[in-house]
């Protein structure tokens, strides 16, 4: 009699196995496609307001471009590209903080002038905004 007992008790928790299975697989697939969504979102929202965007990717302890040159009202971007933590800090205007690998800092500049900054961690790593 209660093997019988163990022996259902085992089909039921075989049962709850599989339909947990597919519960998670069923997720990573919904949660993939929820990503990429986003994603391209993100990427048509750049494409669309281009004007008034820069970009400049933080890759190999270095900004790139280094030196950009934006008109005042312009939005730009940091992205951490690199596996190491960086920062786009400028003493007494703007500070990403610490940005992680695929982690991104936006600033938007409002007021003309020069501004120098530097990642924080890694002082050497420099770059400029002028805003005209
Ligand atoms: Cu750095």
Do not use: R
């Not at 949660?31 to 400049?56: F, H, I, L, N, Y």
């Not at 030196?67 to 190491?84: R, Y």
């Amino acid at each position: 009699m209660s093997s019988n007992i163990i022996k259902m008790v085992i089909m039921k928790i075989k049962k709850h196995l599989a339909f947990i299975s597919l519960m998670i697989i069923a997720l990573v697939i919904l949660g993939g496609c929820t990503q990429q969504t986003a994603d391209q979102a993100g990427k048509k929202d750049v494409e669309k307001t281009s004007e008034g965007v820069v970009t400049v990717s933080i890759k190999d302890f270095a900004f790139n471009p280094a030196a950009i040159t934006i008109t005042k009202g312009t939005k730009v971007t940091w992205v951490n590209e690199d596996s190491a933590p960086h920062t786009a800090t400028s003493e007494g205007s703007f500070d990403s903080g610490t940005l992680s690998k695929g982690q991104s800092f936006s600033y938007i500049f409002a007021e003309t002038g020069t501004f120098n900054y530097k990642c924080s961690i890694h002082p050497s790593m420099k770059g400029k905004v002028i805003v005209a």
